[in-house]
């Protein structure tokens, strides 16, 4: 009522000013904190508060079958990471300079990953290396399908992210160096990479952080042997399922801090998050 | 030359790695013809299933959509010193495993969690129960309706508000009339995005749920118990229903892709 009361000598934009501190922010920023701390924040900080902190932590997360799956999800998602950088960047390099029949129809596969329920992708996998595999490859239980499973659910986070910064290339540049006597290698390494290199580690560390929480996908083709084809978070499942909470939360917090680092380094380097990440 | 050797190699990962595999599972389910498939997916525990993820992402999803957009305004338009951590948060979603996330959730609510003696005084379960699934699917999906309104809103600016709001436009009325129409695109494709996460999550959802047949079950869980009971039939003539909410997201991401544009 004071605002109205006063408006005719307030200038306009000290008005809406007014009614936005007064009316708009308060409500919402409530809302979002209140939101984001039940939903978010709580429940992670249980976690914290459940991981007993001192030798019973560092007794937890050195424990063999422990220390091996979080080494083996470091290990294959490092590799993991490596094959989506090289195979990512084709993709989208074909997608955008390539042309070819059933272009949109190709594009549009990309995003099955992130569309498709992880255990189905686990599921596809079996069906087609596993024991009844047609080609006569036999994956399942072994270190190779669980890569294979990563490789499916991390396969767009590369491809999105390079995609719209090779298509928005000034092609002016490749041809200059063409024409100066450059190779395709030298072109390439010259003048395109160094333009798409951000948005490669970008999404080379979101497929990354992606795989090293992975579950779904990897449950059903791992066979979930402990020392050899057990994931950090399948042997979190486990610790779970045997009511071994202060060790589940134990090893759960070496992800958390894994997969923040990679959150924090991308948001320090001044990177958005990428439009598709799932 | 070097780019037809380049193409191949593109599409050859690509059908190696996704095609080929996404199409096998469709051909297993209709091995048995199309009666063995119908036979399989209308089995009673499958149809509660399918019920029980429809009810699920019918709670979460619209939660999240509310959230996301008040969400998004808050990280776009207010002046908070706190807002980087805020979006922060909002991302950390996609980081956590979701093993994590369903573990937080016993932890919290489970019987020897938090507030688990309170709710066991009180008799409402949360954990093995459907609203620790609803949490569990609300976490996983929570991120995606705020990270598609973000860049719409920040493009369209404010100026259209403030001119709602001088001409007498109560804040409710701002938002219905100018705010809501000029993100409905990007709302919409969060909103797809969203329900297709939440359609398929399996490892939040299988730590809360107990799994209890015909009673906890989703769709991919449902999966899950056909695979480990060796009724290929039924896991693949599910897996293709999945499949097919699946496809059917990718149709409309694409059609709101250009609709966007």
């Not at chain 2, 309104?149 to 804040?171: H, I, K, N, W, Y």
């Not at chain 2, 097919?244 to 250009?258: D, E, H, P, Q, V």
Request: charged share 10%; hydrophobic share 55%.
């Amino acid at each position: 009522m004071a605002i109205s009361a006063v408006a005719p000598t307030v200038p306009t934009k000290v008005r809406s000013h007014l009614r936005s501190t007064t009316h708009e922010s308060f409500l919402p920023v409530g809302i979002v904190t209140t939101f984001l701390s039940v939903v978010v924040l709580l429940p992670l900080a249980a976690i914290v508060a459940h991981a007993s902190p001192g030798r019973s932590f560092w007794a937890a997360v050195f424990q063999p079958a422990a220390l091996a799956s979080l080494e083996f999800s470091l290990v294959a998602s490092l590799a993991v990471a490596v094959v989506n950088a090289v195979a990512g960047t084709l993709i989208a390099w074909v997608l955008v300079r390539d042309k070819f029949r059933g272009k949109p129809l190709v594009n549009a596969v990309v995003d099955l990953p992130f569309a498709l329920p992880t255990i189905v992708a686990g599921l596809t996998l079996i069906s087609l290396y596993g024991p009844r595999s047609p080609f006569g490859i036999n994956v399942a239980y072994a270190r190779s399908g669980v890569i294979l499973a990563l490789l499916f659910v991390t396969l767009p986070f590369v491809v999105r992210s390079v995609q719209p910064v090779l298509t928005e290339l000034d092609r002016e540049m490749e041809e200059a160096a063409a024409a100066l006597g450059a190779g395709i290698l030298q072109t390439y390494s010259r003048i395109i990479f160094p333009s798409i290199l951000p948005a490669l580690i970008s999404g080379t560390a979101l497929g990354f952080a992606r795989s090293v929480g992975e579950f779904g996908s990897v449950v059903l083709i791992s066979g979930n042997i402990p020392f050899k084809t057990e994931l950090a978070a399948v042997h979190i499942f486990g610790q779970i399922e045997s009511g071994d909470m202060g060790g589940a939360a134990a090893v759960s917090i070496v992800l958390l801090v894994l997969s923040a680092a990679v959150l924090v380094a991308l948001e320090t380097l001044g990177r958005r998050i990428v439009r598709y990440d799932g | 030359m070097a780019k037809i050797a380049l193409r191949l190699a593109a599409f050859g990962y690509l059908a190696a790695l996704l095609a080929l595999p996404v199409a096998s599972i469709f051909y297993r389910a209709f091995e048995h013809g199309v009666i063995g498939f119908w036979q399989a997916v209308a089995q009673p525990d499958a149809i509660h299933a399918l019920w029980l993820t429809l009810l699920i992402a019918g709670i979460a999803v619209p939660l999240n959509a509310v959230f996301g957009v008040i969400c998004a305004h808050v990280l776009v338009r207010s002046h908070l010193r706190w807002k980087r951590i805020l979006g922060l948060l909002v991302d950390l979603p996609f980081a956590v495993s979701p093993v994590v996330v369903g573990l937080a959730l016993v932890l919290l609510y489970g019987n020897q969690g938090w507030f688990g003696p309170w709710l066991a005084a009180h008799g409402i379960r949360v954990i093995f129960a459907l609203p620790g699934m609803v949490l569990a699917t609300m976490f996983v999906s929570l991120p995606f309706v705020v990270r598609e309104v973000v860049p719409v809103m920040r493009e369209t600016g404010d100026e259209q508000e403030q001119a709602a709001a001088t001409l007498g436009a109560s804040p409710w009325q701002t938002f219905w009339k100018v705010t809501l129409p000029s993100i409905r695109w990007g709302v919409a494709y969060g909103v797809v995005l969203s329900a297709a996460r939440a359609f398929g999550e399996y490892g939040a959802v299988s730590v809360v749920a107990g799994r209890l047949a015909g009673i906890t079950q989703t769709l991919p869980l449902y999966v899950d118990e056909r695979f480990e009971s060796f009724d290929l039939t039924g896991a693949y003539a599910a897996s293709v229903v999945l499949a097919l909410l699946a496809l059917a997201t990718l149709f409309s991401m694409n059609a709101l892709a250009r609709k966007e544009a």
